[in-house]
C-alpha cells in the first residue's frame, strides 16, 4: 500500500488540489515519485524538503551547506534578531525561501487556510552559520 503523505487525508485517502499542481500526485490522484520521496521525509516540512531535492537547487551544495540548510528545518527557536548569512549561505537559504512561498501559494491555491509569510518564517536561518562552521 501506498503511504499517507502530508496532503492526503488519513480518513478519505483523497489527495488535496495542492499535491498535483506541486507534482506529488497526477490530475488521477496517484503519487509520483516525488510524492513517495516526500512520504519518506520525516523531519521538518516533507514537502519543501522533496522540493529542494528535486528542484536541483541543493545539487551543488558542499556538505557544510547542507548541513547548515537542513538546520532551518529542524530549528524552531523564534528570535526577532535579524540573521546575517556568510556568503555561501544566503543562495541556499534564498532557494529555501522561494520554494516555501511556492508551496505556501499553493496551499492557498487550493484553499487551505495558510499565513504565507509564518509559513516561510518557520524555516529558521538562526543555526546556520553555527552548523556550517
Known sequence: P???VPWQSQASGQYGEGSAASGFATEDGVVTEKGLVAAELTAGDEIVAAELIYSGKINDLDAAQ???????????DRNDELVKLKEKLKEPYTDLSIIARRIAEVQLDARIPIVVEDYI???NPGLMDITYS
Open 66 to 76: 547542507l548541513a547548515a540548510l537542513a538546520s532551518c528545518f529542524v530549528y524552531d
Open 2 to 4: 501506498i503511504p499517507c
Open 121 to 123: 518564517d518557520k524555516f
